[in-house]
């Protein structure tokens, strides 16, 4: 008798397509279902924007003489500043889940790998789009006026959610090397401070230094903030026109820097993860 060697039926493409996107969808749902348990994290992250608005509106503001207004200038470099803090909060649950363990308990459940990361990421847009629409409210309050048109208002929200989301994968993967949230914090700070200030989110990047200057006109910051002064129509017309490509072109230089970061730390992401859960 010959044996019979039993034929293991292998998912196709669009049933492993299926269950990253059902999967991914639990993980967003888990990620809610705590913002709603958990409302410190959702009320700081509105206060958050709402006091940078009033501080720099009414503090700096006042010091700073810019032609146009400065809270027109302002509010966009606002938006950038506080949906890249936003994406912090990614790696900031997965190092709190690595080290509470719940990570492991992933790692025994049938499910994508990748599901864990899309999801997670997803559940800082949440966050994100809150954060956004308190603080347009209170940029509406202190003198801010969209003055493009609605698609153009439309794409510009679109642009900062997308850039947050692509950052998002830039948390996780730090998220996933580091041992606890605490350390996570730490060194999150220490990239996201130079990265928000030293651009022209909060004053034009042609008064900075030359050294500054020049990180500031590449900073991918100052691509979406640009991006996003020019679709809500707050862009002066006084000032000079700016000499760098990413500032000229500031929507397709948003564009690509999300391209790249996504290309790049999409697979170093979902690799770290199966690294981790499987020691």
Known sequence: MTATIPVIDRPSIVERLSMVVSDSLTILKRGVIKIKRVPDV????????????????????????????????????IFAQTVVFGATFTGAALAEDMQKGIIDRFRSLPMAPSAVLIGRTLSDVVINVVSLTVMSLTGLVVGWRIRGSFLDAVLAYALLLLFAYALSWVMAYVGLLVRAPEVFNNASFMVIFPLTFIGNTFVPSEKLPTVLRVIAEWNPVSAVTQATRDLFGNTNALAPPPTAWPLQHPELATVIWMVLIMVVFVPLAVRQYKKTVSR
């Open 42 to 77: 959702l009320i700081f992250s509105t206060l958050s924007p709402i006091m940078f608005v009033l501080l720099f509106a009414y503090i700096f503001g006042a010091a700073i003489d810019m032609p146009g207004g400065y809270r027109e200038f302002l509010i966009a470099g």
